[in-house]
């Protein structure tokens, strides 16, 4: 059986936060390569308690593990080229941690596979789910696994042992409908079960109630663009205790706050376009707060780490 992690996010943010604008580079950052202190394209991303950073070297087909202050990261999952044996990764997508198991589960979406590899001298992982194209994963507080499907355009929930799981979103073929997904990438749950999908292909976050049919539009859904009310192939998603959505606007290279019922958005990081200075993004992928409300975000064309600090009340 899973058992809990940290997945479902607890803090509470206050509407009006706002975060430093300049960024602070925490992994990666000294161009692409495979060095320890390098980072090719990282999408995933994950925030211990201790500000450790696990990040999806998506290149290189690892997993890279970043103590708080380090100047250089190891690999703890992955790192022996790109392959389908038990000791290698094949395009690593997002990751969460298994904390009672001391586990990393990984979307290997190279290998069509969800793997589980410990987090302390694992050599090798063992495959849990197979046959899936995740892209994105989550878990709640019942030890469900949640994983998005970017190729079925659905989200399954799952239990070890599952030879199927339970289609919770989507699942409808690829479409707009509100029943439809259109590939989705990450997924996030909440302490009521609900799950909220950024449907990329659709230009919209979603979310859908436990046992609904279909979703509701919480960010986005008003077409490609870049205006405050639109969103161009969203990816990362966290939602915070207000049912606040955080989103990380792939395409326009921000990050953008949804308040519950909001019918437009707030950019609240990367105001000035795409590039690598501090207070820019380009093309980011997933996001992670830490206990104090920091911001990290998967920088994946500057291939780079970026913590961007709150500011004191």
């Not at 430093?20 to 394209?41: C, D, E, F, K, Y």
């Not at 990984?106 to 987090?119: K, M, T």
Request: glycine share 12%; net charge neutral.
């Amino acid at each position: 059986m899973f058992s809990i992690t940290v997945s479902l996010h607890s803090n509470n943010i206050a509407i009006d936060a706002r975060w430093i604008q300049n960024g602070i580079t925490v992994a990666g950052g000294n161009g692409r390569g495979n060095g320890l202190n390098q980072l090719t394209s990282p999408v995933g991303l994950y925030v211990d308690d201790d500000q450790t950073i696990y990040a999806s070297d998506y290149e290189h087909h690892r997993i890279m593990e970043w103590k708080y202050g380090a100047i250089s990261g190891q690999i703890v999952a992955g790192g022996n080229g790109v392959g389908n044996r038990n000791d290698q990764l094949n395009g690593p997508t997002d990751l969460i941690i298994d904390k009672k198991s001391d586990c990393l589960l990984i979307c290997d979406s190279g290998n069509r596979r969800i793997v589980r590899w410990p987090r302390r001298n694992g050599t090798i992982g063992e495959i849990i789910i197979a046959g899936i194209r995740c892209s994105g994963l989550a878990m709640d507080n019942n030890e469900y696994l949640y994983v998005s499907d970017y190729e079925k355009h659905e989200v399954r929930r799952w239990r070890l042992g599952d030879t199927h799981g339970t289609v919770v979103a989507g699942g409808n073929g690829q479409g707009y409908r509100l029943d439809q997904l259109n590939v989705p990438t990450r997924v996030f749950v909440d302490h009521d079960h609900s799950v909220y999908v950024s449907d990329s292909g659709n230009h919209r976050v979603m979310k859908w109630i436990k046992d609904a049919k279909e979703g509701i539009v919480v960010a986005g859904g008003q077409n490609q663009g870049d205006s405050l009310t639109q969103l161009s192939q969203p990816q990362g998603v966290i939602v915070d205790r207000f049912s606040t959505v955080y989103v990380s606007d792939w395409n326009n290279h921000r990050i953008m706050r949804w308040v519950k019922g909001a019918t437009k958005g707030c950019i609240v990081v990367g105001k000035n376009g795409k590039s690598k200075q501090a207070n820019q993004l380009d093309y980011p992928v997933s996001l992670s707060f830490d206990q104090q409300n920091n911001l990290y975000i998967a920088d994946r064309n500057n291939n780079r780490v970026q913590k961007f600090e709150i500011e004191s009340s």
